[in-house]
């Protein structure tokens, strides 16, 4: 039997098909969460914006500050008017004399204000040396014979500017700027002397020379504030309060005048013939003026009878020609002012800002106590100068333009509050 063999075919190579790329998966949207390090890691070609950043964004100023100022310039510009037309008429010549003038100024300080509430607080702090330099030369100046002028006794004049003003802002400005650059700086009394005490040592010997107490006061008075905010430990009054009462003593023994004034202040009516006249009077128009007072230019006082009714006492006049409820008035809104120029400072965006904002306010507060203090009765005659009220250009100008600091520092306060108004 014959054996068969099987042929096999050839098996053929197919070749295999080409590969397609695979599609791209379609982006969905996911629930992962993504790391905070990724997310706030700023993406190629923008620029990184902090929290900080946009917290401290320069928006509109506070318009309580706003408001509350012009409205007490305003209320100041009548009461001086009101207050200063017989003077003016009796020894210028002219009933307008006195309220042109602070007119003018007034004016010039309220473009002065907006001006300076655009430029942004800090270069004050770049220019606190020359400013403070500036502020001591001018007030040995004042202190040269011939040279200052002198007026009531009292050499506080330099060319119709009292450099004392100047004296006051800058220590507002060299204080906030040496306790932000070094906040441990007010935690010991070694290192407060210098620069803080060499400081104020030099304009209240300087002051002392004119002489100018109540101008001393203002100054130790913002000094300590300033300190107090910036962290000093409350302890040190003690050493402050042996201090200043150190340094009243020494007043009252060294100037007469110191010596008069306490005298007068505790029995006005006892020299009704000398010093105690002006705040005799004073007393007089207050308590005449009732609940409701005599009118507006109706004032008995202000006829030759109280001695510059346009200055020192100003707020008597007032008392007496819109009562009680006009004084209460124009309290609060001092009171007004100096809660929203706090406020300012607690929201200030860094430590420079907020001891600034809170120097400027104290400035107002003290200085504004201490007229109403005197006023009254409660405080010996200082001179001090009630703000926006009192006859003073270069005063007024001043002080608007340290509301413009204020108001500039509020444009950078921080969002969460502004979201409490």
Known sequence: MASTSRQTRPTRRV???????APRPVPRASSAVIPREQAMRPQPGTRPRSNAHARVRAHAWDTGVFFSVMLLLIIGLIALFSASYSNALFYQGSATHFIARQGMFAAAGVVAMIVISKINYKVYAHFSNIIMIGSLILLVLVAIPG??????GARRWLFGFQPSELAKITVIICFAKWVARDPQSVRSLKSMVRPYGYLLAAYIILLALEPHTSAMMIICGIGVVILIAGGMRLWYFGPIAVLGAGALTAFYFMFEHVQERFSVWLDPFSDLS???????MGQIAIGSGGLFGKGLGQSIQKHLYLPEPQNDFIFAIWCEEMGLIGALF???????????GFRVARAAPDKFGCLLATGITAKLAIQTLMNLFVVTGIFPVTGAALPFFSYGGTALLLQLGEMGILLNISRYMRAEAKQEE
């Not at 070749?15 to 790329?21: D, G, K, L, Q, V």
């Not at 000398?274 to 005799?280: D, E, R, T, V």
């Not at 124009?330 to 929203?340: E, K, Q």
């Open 147 to 152: 040279i200052g002028t002198v007026s009531g």
């Open 330 to 340: 124009v309290i609060l809104l001092f009171a007004y002012l100096i809660f929203r």
């Open 15 to 21: 070749s295999p098909a080409p590969r397609r790329p």
């Open 274 to 280: 000398g010093n105690g006249y002006q705040s005799a």
